[in-house]
């Protein structure tokens, strides 16, 4: 049963970290925004 639940605590250390870093991911980094426009061919609307 030790092993166990020290298996389910690495297991949850694990997780909290990973979920702390797209927490800090999503709070802190500001995307940089931009225009993108691109031309489509005239054939890609014959089919």
Do not use: C, W
Request: proline fraction near 6%; charged fraction near 15%; hydrophobic fraction near 55%.
């Amino acid at each position: 049963m030790p092993s166990l639940l020290r298996f389910l605590l690495v297991v949850a250390i694990l997780a909290g970290l990973a979920y702390a870093g797209v927490f800090a991911l999503a709070t802190m980094v500001q995307p940089v925004q931009r225009e993108t426009s691109f031309t489509v061919p005239n054939d890609r609307f014959a089919k």
